[in-house]
């Protein structure tokens, strides 16, 4: 059973930082693309950054020298840092993997304050 268990959200400053962390119940992990979404309210939840399990990573334009994607395959758990944020990084950011169908943690609030 899969599972992604998110943690490391909270409330900061315009210009601050955080450190996202994901969790995962995955049989071969090192091997799998993992990723970011995000969702503000009232839209869209988009992609924020992916890493392969080879490390490639990709990022949206939104958040390119911002954010940065880690993993560390001996405790199945990737990182999302997040630095010089800005109040619209608000959202529910959430962990990803598709394994025959997309799995979805279960978010964690991210709030950026002006």
């Known amino acids: 059973q899969v599972q992604l268990v998110e943690s490391g959200g909270g409330l900061v400053q315009a210009g601050g930082s955080l450190r996202l962390s994901c969790a995962a119940s995955?049989?071969?992990?090192?091997?799998?693309?993992m990723g970011w979404y995000r969702q503000a309210p009232g839209k869209q939840r988009e992609l924020v950054a992916t890493?392969?399990?080879?490390?490639?990573?990709s990022y949206a334009d939104s958040v390119k020298g911002r954010f940065s994607i880690s993993r560390d395959n001996a405790k199945n758990t990737v990182f999302l840092q997040m630095n010089s944020l800005k109040p619209e990084d608000t959202a529910v950011y959430y962990c990803?993997?598709?394994?025959?169908?997309?799995?979805w943690g279960q978010g964690t609030q991210v709030t950026v304050s002006s």
């Open positions: 990803y993997i598709y394994l025959l169908r997309d799995y």
């Open positions: 890493i392969t399990g080879g490390g490639t990573t």
């Open positions: 995955v049989s071969f992990f090192s091997l799998k693309t």
